[in-house]
Nanobody
Framework: VQLQASGGGLVQAGVSLRLVCTAS????????MGWSRQAPGKEREFVAA????????TYADSVKGRFTVSRDNAKNTVYLQMNSLKSEDTAVYYC?????????????????WGQGTQVTVSS
């Protein structure tokens, strides 16, 4: 599956931003979808995941309560709503997909990646 992410930008701390990722080339509802990020000088880290029909979500502790992942299977799109942004959220955000059929529980990495979108939060 091919993934195209958008929605990043330069924002001030405390505001909200929504990332959008559109998929093509696969049956979208067969994929667990989600997001990871990579800050300068750091390893890529898991952010959030959503199950194939959207019934389950999971988040990194660092974003829990501030970020919300959702999906629209009719539009082959997954979203990441980011509220109360902090400077430490500054990173390149990547959309990820897993169509391997593995269980949702414990997912923390992806088989397919999109290009990243830069999010910069100024304090």
């Amino acid at each position: 599956v091919q993934l195209q992410a958008s929605g990043g930008g330069l924002v001030q701390a405390g505001v909200s931003l929504r990332l959008v990722c559109t998929a093509s080339g696969g049956t979208f509802s067969n994929y667990i979808m989600g997001w990871s990020r990579q800050a300068p000088g750091k390893e890529r880290e898991f952010v959030a995941a959503i199950s194939r029909v959207g019934a389950r979500t999971t988040y990194a502790d660092s974003v829990k309560g501030r970020f919300t992942v959702s999906r629209d299977n009719a539009k082959n799109t997954v979203y990441l709503q980011m509220n109360s942004l902090k400077s430490e959220d500054t990173a390149v955000y990547y959309c990820g997909a897993d169509g391997s059929g593995r269980p949702f529980g414990g997912i923390r990495d992806w088989h397919d990646w999109g290009q990243g979108t830069q999010v910069t939060v100024s304090s």
